[in-house]
């Protein structure tokens, strides 16, 4: 089948399904495509609570002031014309939201907002009860139905390639999951939305869906990635016991509003030997959390399954539940009564702050390419801010949609007739594999947490290096051949064949960082390392990766803060 | 988290394509206290037969909505059913189209490229 359309958008999570609303106000007919069902395959319908704005709820507040806290999380590495789009768009987007109904907690009319690590002061907007995520895609998905007529929703689709004609994206191919079935799209622009890699890792917090691919696509294509060594690990991911039927940054939103105590295996407090004050606010930062757990447990002082322990048992069964309502049955389920047991927590796999490089109108470096959200490097340097993915998501979407629909619908647009140049490559594969695929993917989990994980050392870096040169020789670089409807073996492939050139890119980037900053630490070389102030920018000639240090572009000019209101 | 020792589950998968004699396969999967159906049928890929088509993307939060399927013959989200240490039976949705295996076509027909 051949589709064409003016933008395609590839990823119906909170970016994608933005860029599409956007993309069809500014007059484009837009097919938003995904590999799950619509909406409910990304990131954002995991998200549990907060989502950073400046809408002074609470108190008066500015996005300026939210700019100046989220370069600041960023270490020095943030384009902050991007950061700026976060701040200020981002801005208009959750009141958008908001007159759609996505019905942000409130108080006496005023938006609820907490306190979150590493800001200033209360800007995290959210809905109840760890009920973000879910809500926010609905009420995009409810918007996309009701723009009529010029946005075609279509999943099962799993992309494979980017086409280029010219030096510009001209469409895609995609698998089309239930019939196995080669799709060809025509579209005059494409906006990658596919979110981040985190199933790189064995114990990470997003969906099955977060390889990377789209990193993969883009570079493939001929697009430039930067900052891939950055990894964001969220230190109090959900660790024993074992519970089904959440998610694992659920304790997240437990610490916004209840505080908590983390403790090490001996049940003492200790983040503040690792320099953070002790509190019984949650204030301590994400990179300094992952670092003093981990550093715990080498000691021998973590809990019995390798972790920390996180306890509300100084907390009434009454101050719980009016917190977090029906969420506390969900956990008595689970056999967890948190007036009488700690749970334990330990840094998990959970955002991307590196990614395909785009200027402040979401373009990538190849000509008809954009992209949003998470899909996007740069914004958040070498730490996110809490709060920031979906405003991001939201904002970069919103962004990313308006520009691919104003090239589009330039004359000149080119758009893919679905003839072949690759036709083989799908065709010619074995008609077997002589591995297990999905033992890989478990594999490749395993390796990427112990030796790329938060804390990086020459040795383990080159011993991942290794490994994955052997897997992607083993793997190879054609697909075996199809057997139909849910082929779960070729799926596999092509998931591998991205993860795997993925892993690569961020291994090869942590080698070259010898030094020590925000999600990216090197026991090797400890500390920042101020001539590191650079961005990586990696690009791919052929099957060659190029990486060059680039100078963060400069700062644009903040008003003193302090005069704001 | 540990095995515990000796227990186990015995888990018959119904399997097969659209159009295909549908088939009953068992495997012998190690029980660990705690686990879903689903971590199970992914455990069943990886260490043994990973040609058993299963959907999901979530894993774990019950916000995909793709797992859903029968477990001894009530319709469940294989994410949120509760491993046991006994024969478990595992089958398609009987209502929707079957693609494979356990995978039936759950999308809203709007957004299927072949709309029904």
């Given amino acids: 089948m051949h589709l064409t359309t003016d933008v395609l958008v590839i990823g119906a999570g909170g970016a994608g399904m933005y860029a599409a609303l956007e993309a069809a106000r500014h007059g484009a007919d837009v097919l938003l495509i995904d590999r799950s069902l619509i909406g409910r395959g990304g990131a954002t319908v995991m998200a549990q609570m907060t989502v950073a704005a400046a809408v002074g709820g609470e108190c008066p507040d500015h996005w300026q002031h939210h700019l100046v806290d989220t370069l600041r999380a960023g270490r020095g590495l943030c384009d902050p014309a991007l950061a700026r789009v976060i701040c200020e768009d981002g801005l208009e987007c959750i009141l958008e939201m908001d007159a759609w109904g996505v019905g942000w907690a409130r108080k006496e009319g005023r938006f609820t907002q907490v306190m979150a690590p590493g800001h200033d002061r209360p800007r995290c ?360 409807g849910l082929d779960c073996i070729r799926i596999d492939w092509f998931d591998l064949f991205q993860m795997l050139l993925v892993a690569e890119l961020v291994t090869r980037a942590a080698l070259l960082r010898t030094e020590s900053r925000g999600a990216h630490q090197r026991e090797d070389f400890p500390g920042l390392d101020e001539s590191w102030r650079l961005n990586q920018v990696v690009n791919m000639e052929g099957s060659k990766l190029s990486f060059e240090r680039h100078m963060v572009p400069a700062s644009v000019p903040i008003p003193d803060a302090t005069e704001l209101v | 988290m540990s095995h515990v020792d000796n227990l186990r589950v015995n888990l018959r998968v119904k399997r097969g394509a659209a159009g295909d004699t549908l088939r009953f396969e068992t495997y012998d999967v190690p029980f660990e206290p705690g686990q879903s159906v689903l971590d199970a049928l992914r455990w069943v890929r990886a260490q043994v037969d990973p040609t058993l088509a299963i959907r999901y993307s979530c894993i774990n939060a019950n916000a995909c909505k793709e797992c859903m399927m029968r477990v001894d013959g009530k319709t469940v989200y294989a994410c949120l059913a509760k491993l046991e240490a006994r024969e478990m039976v595992v089958e398609p949705l009987p209502n929707k189209p079957l693609v494979r295996d356990l995978v039936t076509e759950v999308a809203p027909s709007d957004e299927e490229l072949y709309r029904r």
Avoid at chain 1, 178 to 183: A, D, I, K, P
Avoid at chain 1, 359 to 374: H, K, N, P, S, V
Avoid at chain 1, 414 to 439: C, E, I, K, M, V
């Fill in chain 1, 125 to 484: 907007v959210y809905v109840d009860f760890l009920n973000t995520g879910p809500a926010v895609s609905r009420t995009l998905r409810t918007q996309l139905i009701r723009t009529p007529g010029s946005i075609r929703r279509v999943g099962d689709l799993l992309v494979t390639g980017l086409e280029t004609q010219g030096g510009e994206c001209v469409g895609a191919t995609a698998l089309h999951l239930s019939t196995g079935e080669l799709v060809t799209i025509g579209a005059a622009a494409t906006v990658m939305a596919t979110g981040g890699l985190t199933r790189l890792y064995r114990r990470n917090s997003a969906s099955a869906n977060m390889g990377g691919d789209g990193y993969s696509l883009a570079l493939r294509a001929g697009a430039a990635l930067l900052d891939m060594e950055f990894v964001q690990f969220f230190p109090i991911g959900h660790l024993a016991p074992r519970m089904i039927g959440m998610d694992p940054i659920m304790w997240d939103p437990f610490r916004y509003k209840l505080g908590g105590r983390l403790l090490n295996g001996n049940r003492e407090e200790f983040v503040q030997n690792y320099g953070a004050a002790v509190s019984d606010k949650y204030i301590v930062t994400r990179d300094l959390a992952t670092y003093a757990i981990t550093k715990e447990v080498e000691a021998g002082r973590g809990s019995p399954n390798g972790g920390a322990y996180l306890s509300f048992e100084h907390l009434s069964a009454e101050v719980l539940r009016e917190a977090f309502g029906p969420v506390i049955d969900r956990i008595a389920n689970n056999g967890i009564d948190l007036t009488k047991m700690s749970i334990e927590v330990a840094p998990i796999a959970h955002y991307h702050m590196g990614g395909i490089q785009v200027d402040a109108q979401m373009r990538t470096t190849l000509a008809r390419l954009f992209a949003a959200g998470e899909a996007v490097g740069g914004a958040n340097g070498a730490n996110r801010l809490s709060g920031n993915a979906i405003t991001e998501a939201l904002a970069f979407g919103r962004r990313a949609g308006r520009y691919a629909a104003q090239d589009a619908l330039a004359s000149a647009a080119l758009r893919w007739d679905g003839a072949r140049r690759d036709a083989h490559w799908y065709t010619q594969g074995p008609s077997r594999l002589d591995f297990n695929p999905a033992q890989m993917l478990v594999e490749l989990q395993a390796l990427m947490s112990d030796e790329v994980g938060p804390f990086r050392t020459e040795a383990g870096l080159q011993r991942a290096l290794h490994r994955l040169t052997a897997m992607r020789a083993q793997v190879g670089e054609v697909p075996p051949q199809g057997t139909g």
